[in-house]
Every structure is written in C-alpha cells, then in structure tokens.
C-alpha cells in the first residue's frame, strides 16, 4: 500500500493512500496503523536520530542536530520511500541522511490509518498501537539516553 505514495508522503498521496485503506475492512485498517507504527519504532534509533539536518546550520556554521518531531518526519519520509529505502537505511546509516532534510518531511504519513479509519466508519479513532513512534521511544535504540 506504501507504492501508492510514489515514494513520497504529500498531502495529496496520503489522501490517496488513505481513501484506498479506507476501502478495506477495518482490521485491515488497524493492521496497517500496527505495521505503520512498528516501522517507525524500528528507525527510532540513536545512529538516526543524531544525524545532523543535511540543510541547515546553526548560526556558527555547526550541522543543526534534528528536533524530535523533525526525526519523527524524516522517519515517514523513509517509511514513504518504500521497503527498499527502509530496509536500506539499516545497512548504511548514510542512506538516512538525505531525509533529514528540511525539504523531505513525511509529516502527512502520520495521519493515514486514522483518516482511512473515519473514513470507513465514520468515527474517529483514539487509535493505540503496540508500538510507539514517538522519537525517543525505542529504549533499545537509544540505549545512551539517560532515563
């Protein structure tokens, strides 16, 4: 279903992929949110997340470090580029880079399953899945965060 992104999490193809999952059954659905989640939970991981914004720099010309939402949006970027690019990332952290920037924001991904799920049923859907994509919240992944 992530094809129908053509690689890319805009406004427009979120609709689309939205639309198409609300034509499927509800656990469907609710599949997909799981799936959706665990994706990002599994890139929500230090060597990620410390990489630096590949556009931007502080006013000292330092790299400017990635704010937790900025992480969590370049996380769906990569998610919306497809398995391939997911899958990728994992074996050379450098693959990840690209989507830090301020120009590959994959915002709009977030907020599929819940539309496709009001669009099924028409109900809004305080949805809860078993793993949050949250920055920071993969403790294996971040296993030098101070808790």
Same mark, same amino acid.
């Given at each position: 279903m992530i094809a129908t992104l053509n690689g890319i999490a805009t406004q427009a193809s979120c609709q689309r992929l939205a639309?198409?999952?609300?034509r499927r059954s509800v656990p469907d659905?609710?599949?997909?949110?799981?799936?959706?989640?665990?994706?990002l939970y599994r890139l929500d991981q230090e060597k990620f997340g410390m990489l630096p914004v590949v556009d931007m720099t502080d006013r000292n010309g330092e790299p400017f470090p990635q704010p937790g939402d900025g992480?969590?949006?370049?996380?769906?970027?990569v998610v919306a580029a497809?398995?391939?690019?997911?899958?990728?990332?994992?074996?050379?952290?450098?693959?990840?880079?690209?989507?830090?920037?301020?120009?590959?924001?994959g915002e709009w991904l977030l907020y599929v399953p819940?539309?496709?799920?009001?669009?099924?049923?028409?109900?809004?859907?305080? $949805?809860?899945? $078993?793993?949050?994509?949250?920055s920071y919240s993969n403790r294996?992944?971040?296993?030098?965060?101070?808790r």
């Open positions: 639309e198409e999952l609300s659905i609710i599949g997909f949110a799981e799936r959706h989640a665990e994706a992480f969590l949006y370049a996380r769906c970027a497809g398995q391939a690019a997911w899958e990728g990332v994992f074996f050379d952290v450098d693959k990840f880079a690209p989507y830090t920037s301020t120009a590959c924001d819940d539309q496709a799920y009001e669009l099924a049923t028409g109900k809004e859907w305080d $949805r809860s899945t $078993r793993y949050c994509f949250e294996d992944g971040w296993p030098n965060l101070g």
